[in-house]
């Protein structure tokens, strides 16, 4: 089994949640990927400091590195930019599917002002959404809106990732 997921969007866009149940269903490891990031990078965001992308690529790296040496695997990552995902995909040692949780900056930020104990502020959302940059269709990412119950997200991505097992 060589299957290679991430769990992409903005902070609070529910990768964790979701990468979780989902990794339940199929019995495949999910890792968070704020776990990864190196601990310069958590201060900033504790801070309130975005980050800018020389910080990001070391935390890609080892994204990429848990995908390539860990599959079968989920992660979640923000993934924001092409250049990210591009940067993830060449050093993954596999295909990467890409599963996009998507919704508007009102939606995550209720989201972000209910979680508690989480390092991102949500004075950083702004600084996600102007990053993020949606999947292009050569990507073949699967888009999901999250403006629904957790059970229904799941059973959408379910079938998806059935068929690359």
Known sequence: M????IFMGVSGCGKSSVGAAV???LQ?????????????????????????DDDRWPWLDRVAATLR????VMV????LKRAYRDRIRAAAGGPVRFVHLT???????????????HYMPLSLLD??????EPPGP????????????LAELVAYVLPHLRGEL
């Open 23 to 25: 990794s339940e269903a």
């Open 76 to 79: 979640g990552c923000s993934a």
């Open 28 to 52: 495949v490891p999910y890792i968070d990927g704020d776990d990864l990031h190196p601990a310069e990078n958590v201060a900033k965001m504790r801070d309130g400091i975005p980050l800018t």
């Open 69 to 72: 040496d860990q599959a079968p």
């Open 127 to 132: 600084s996600q959404f102007a990053a993020l």
């Open 138 to 149: 050569d990507e073949a990412a699967l888009t999901v809106d999250i403006d629904q119950p």
């Open 2 to 5: 060589s299957l290679r997921v």
């Open 103 to 117: 919704g508007s900056r009102d939606v995550i930020a209720a989201r972000m002002a209910r979680r508690a104990g």
